[in-house]
């Protein structure tokens, strides 16, 4: 089964429009509740601020931003951080934004047209573009991009590639160019953990939704697995000595799933630090037990134990701090 055959039938209705679409209206823009898939939250002086996968028009991301990660509001004058065909690659199938920082300039890598894209800006809230209209890397489809910059200075692109199935990869980047290094390029690992295919939704194999941390000089990958209409989607990490691998998975996983924060479909977010230097984990739940679009945002506390043995942390997250994030 193809990547297309997995999202096309059931996307339509969120996000699979082009930036000449019909024009409908934001799922967001009706309820007070947050309605973002695959979020992102990025902290800057107290403020934090939210993007992530937003149906309806104009096609792109929109931001918000909070001071107590619970009530949120839309970032003026027009909230749209990037969009369609304003200097942007891509026409339909905006997905999975990240926000960085890096010197004075902020960047965002995202998923358009199934592929991954790197644009900049010079403000939080001004628009992202490209000075080249082109994907990262467009040998290939590819979706799902995290940047991540190890203490050496060197960048490495985490990312989705497709092989009768979503597999996670990895490869040094190039800022200067917006390119990865393709000898570099690397599948990380395959699925061979039972809660990484449930069965509760017929699919090919899918991993996803990366998200690197690096805590006392080991790496740590945190991704989703499961198709996202199932009700097994859910998060699960790896650790490892480099940030190219190899990785070896949490015995424990999954740490978020339906059974430990109550609601279905919990998955495919990023971690961030709060003011107070905890590790948050932003996510995306199912609409309701039978219905899963749009989806709904969340944020969880997550819980470190150093293993002594290991000299690793095992991660948790805490139920009981679940932010069900509203929109102003």
Request: aromatic share 12%; charged share 25%; proline share 4%.
């Given at each position: 089964?193809t990547?297309?055959?997995?999202?096309?039938?059931?996307?339509?209705?969120v996000?699979?429009?082009?930036?000449?679409?019909?024009g409908?209206?934001?799922a967001e823009?009706?309820a007070?509740?947050?309605?973002y898939?695959?979020?992102t939250?990025?902290e800057?002086?107290g403020?934090?601020f939210l993007?992530?996968t937003?149906?309806?028009?104009?096609q792109?991301?929109?931001l918000l931003?909070?001071?107590?990660?619970?009530?949120?509001?839309?970032?003026a004058?027009?909230?749209?951080?990037?969009?369609?065909?304003?200097?942007?690659?891509?026409?339909?199938?905006?997905?999975?934004p990240?926000?960085?920082?890096?010197g004075?300039?902020?960047w965002?890598?995202y998923?358009a047209?199934?592929?991954?894209?790197?644009?900049?800006a010079?403000?939080?809230?001004?628009?992202f573009?490209?000075?080249?209209?082109?994907?990262?890397?467009?040998?290939?489809?590819?979706?799902?991009?995290?940047?991540?910059k190890?203490?050496d200075?060197k960048?490495?692109?985490?990312?989705?590639?497709?092989?009768?199935g979503?597999?996670?990869?990895?490869?040094?980047?190039?800022p200067e160019?917006?390119?990865?290094?393709d000898?570099?390029?690397?599948?990380?690992f395959?699925?061979?953990?039972?809660w990484?295919?449930t069965?509760?939704y017929e699919?090919?194999p899918?991993?996803?939704?990366?998200?690197?941390?690096?805590?006392?000089?080991k790496?740590y990958?945190?991704?989703?697995?499961?198709?996202?209409?199932?009700?097994d989607?859910a998060?699960?990490y790896?650790?490892?000595?480099?940030?190219?691998?190899?990785?070896?998975?949490?015995?424990a996983?999954?740490?978020?799933?339906?059974?430990?924060?109550?609601?279905?479909?919990?998955g495919?977010?990023?971690?961030?630090k709060?003011?107070?230097?905890?590790?948050?984990?932003?996510?995306?739940v199912?609409?309701?037990?039978s219905v899963v679009?749009?989806?709904?945002?969340?944020?969880v506390?997550l819980?470190?134990?150093?293993?002594s043995?290991?000299?690793?942390?095992?991660?948790?997250?805490?139920p009981?701090?679940i932010?069900?994030?509203?929109a102003?």
């Open positions: 089964m990547k297309i055959q997995l999202f096309c039938s059931v996307m339509s209705a996000a699979l429009v082009g930036c000449s679409g019909s409908q209206k934001s823009a009706s007070s509740e947050i309605f898939a695959d979020p939250v990025f800057e002086n403020t934090y993007t992530g937003r149906g309806g028009e104009p792109g991301f929109a931003e909070s001071t107590d990660l619970v009530n949120w509001r839309h970032v004058p027009d909230s749209m951080i990037l969009q369609c065909g304003d200097s942007t690659f891509g026409t339909k199938g905006f997905w999975a990240q926000i960085i920082k890096e004075s300039e902020y965002l890598t998923t047209d199934e592929q991954t894209s790197f644009a900049k010079d403000s939080i809230n001004g628009r573009t490209q000075d080249e209209i082109a994907p990262i890397d467009g040998s290939e489809k590819n979706i799902d991009s995290f940047l991540f190890d203490d200075g960048w490495y692109l985490y990312h989705v590639r497709f092989d009768n979503n597999f996670l990869w990895v490869a040094e980047f190039d160019t917006g390119h990865i290094v000898s570099t390029l690397r599948n990380c395959r699925n061979d953990q039972p990484e295919d069965g509760a699919s090919a899918i991993m996803e939704g990366p998200t690197v941390v690096k805590l006392d000089g790496y990958l945190f991704y989703s697995a499961n198709h996202f209409m199932s009700p989607y998060v699960g790896a650790v490892a000595d480099s940030p190219l691998g190899p990785w070896e998975k949490n015995s996983n999954p740490i978020i799933h339906r059974s430990i924060v109550g609601e279905n479909g919990s495919h977010g990023d971690i961030f709060d003011r107070e230097g905890k590790l948050r984990y932003v996510y995306h199912h609409y309701s037990d679009s749009p989806r709904r945002t969340r944020i506390t819980d470190l134990k150093k293993d043995d290991k000299d690793i942390y095992s991660i948790k997250a805490d009981g701090t932010i069900k994030p509203l102003q």
